[in-house]
Structures are given as structure tokens and as C-alpha cells.
């Protein structure tokens, strides 16, 4: 089990193996952009991970791709649908403001 801290907000919900950082956030934030369902082929739930990014699946190409193609990506940069929780440290993502999805 780990905690996910979410930014802005300061929300911290639990959060077990095997979790999307999607389904998390949306427990938290039920509003939060998601348009293809976490199919990772729109780009809108691309969040910043602060904290704890070993504590996450790895970036795997499909995320990878999909990545590429957004406004505003970085290195802390992960599509939350893809990011999966390993329940070995706790996790702390930014939700973006400039999220960019088609
Ligand atoms: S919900 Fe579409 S890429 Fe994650």
C-alpha cells in the first residue's frame, strides 16, 4: 500500500498495488480529465509525479508514444492511466493545468 499525495489540492488518498494513478486521482478528483477512458491515446491525463517514481510502474512504449506527441512533457512527466501503483513508496503528482489532449 502506499499514499498518494495530489497537487494542487493536497489531497492524500491510499492507494494498493496494482492501482492506476488514474483510478486513484479520480477517487480524489472525480472531475479529472480522462477522455479515452485510459486507453493512452489522448494525452489528458498527463500529470507531473513529484515524489516517488519508483514507486511506479515503468514508462512502457505505448505511454511513451503517446507522451512524445503532448505540449509540455518533461522528466516527471506520466500519462496516470499507464502509471501503475507498486505499493512500495508513497507517490506525490501534480495535476496540470495545460494538460493537452486531442
Ligand atoms: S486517459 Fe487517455 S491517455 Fe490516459
Redesign the pocket.
Given at each position: 500500500m502506499s499514499m498518494v499525495t495530489i497537487l494542487p489540492s493536497g489531497k492524500t488518498i491510499e492507494a494498493g498495488e496494482g492501482d492506476s494513478l488514474?483510478s486513484v486521482i479520480l477517487r480524489a478528483d472525480g472531475g479529472f480529465?480522462?477522455?479515452?477512458?485510459?486507453?493512452?491515446?489522448?494525452?489528458?491525463?498527463?500529470v507531473f509525479v513529484h515524489g516517488g517514481r519508483k514507486g511506479l510502474s515503468r514508462i512502457a512504449r505505448e505511454?511513451n508514444d503517446?507522451l512524445d506527441t503532448l505540449i509540455g512533457v518533461g522528466a516527471k512527466s506520466r500519462?496516470?492511466?499507464?502509471a501503475l501503483v507498486l505499493g512500495t513508496e508513497d507517490v506525490t503528482v501534480e495535476l496540470l493545468s495545460f494538460a493537452s489532449?486531442i
Open positions: 488514474l480529465s480522462h477522455k479515452c477512458e485510459g486507453k493512452a491515446s489522448c494525452g489528458t491525463c498527463h505511454e503517446k500519462l496516470a492511466c499507464q489532449g
